[in-house]
T-cell receptor, first 114, second 111 residues
């Protein structure tokens, strides 16, 4: 099956801990994205990557870090510097070209800080 | 900075009604605009992608229109069904890879 997988589905973190969320895609897409969604709100962009070994900050990058060592993978680390990390995290990918930049999403990871 | 507004925030209709969801955006220099559906606790499902050069796009009972110059898009759902109940999000793309999302319209279709 082609698509985007995220793991784990649910994640619990103690205050002060770093956690890493996994995102993998087998769509051969160049671009990948991480969004955060809070209850009743739309998505806000955390980081995005248009090519391997390169990534850009989105609107709310503080307290987060990413890497893009492989085309298929774009893990997100939520660090202890993120003051309010409890949220629903969504990963997406697209072909990366400007005009036909249709985004496809994974099922999400729900992070709760205890 | 792009700002996206979706009206109404919530909508409840009886089954069979035709309905329109609205999306407005402040920066008209977009490459395309995408409409998504989100079920509770799930990821987003792409419904329609309209290129900036297009006026509308259709898929089954869904029709999306785009008026780029006025910063507006509408999603028309014909003959609504209970299975259409979900949150609908629009996202104009103003730069390669950067989309801005509205807060969504939560639709409830009653049998």
């Amino acid at each position: 099956d082609g698509g985007i997988t995220q793991s784990p589905k649910y994640l619990f973190r103690k205050e002060g801990q770093n956690v890493t969320l996994s995102c993998e895609q087998n769509l051969n897409h160049d671009a990948m994205y991480w969004y955060r969604q809070d209850p009743g709100q739309g998505l806000r962009l955390i980081y995005y990557s248009q090519i391997v070994n390169d990534f850009q900050k989105g609107d709310i990058a503080e307290g987060y870090s990413v890497s893009r060592e492989k085309k298929e993978s774009f893990p997100l680390t939520v660090t202890s510097a993120q003051k309010n990390p409890t949220a629903f995290y969504l990963c997406a990918s697209s072909s990366g070209t400007s005009v036909y930049n249709e985004q496809f999403f994974g099922p999400g990871t729900r992070l709760t800080v205890l | 900075k792009q700002e996206v507004t979706q009206i109404p925030a919530a909508l409840s209709v009886p089954e069979g009604e035709n309905l329109v969801l609205n999306c407005s955006f402040t920066d008209s220099a977009i490459y395309n605009l995408q409409w998504f559906r989100q079920d509770p606790g799930k990821g987003l499902t792409s419904l329609l992608l309209i290129q900036s050069s297009q006026r509308e796009q259709t898929s089954g009972r869904l029709n999306a229109s785009l008026d780029k110059s006025s910063g507006r898009s509408t999603l028309y759902i014909a003959a609504s069904q209970p299975g259409d109940s979900a949150t609908y999000l629009c996202a104009p793309n103003t730069n390669a890879g950067k989309s801005t999302f509205g807060d969504g319209t939560t639709l409830t279709v009653k049998p």
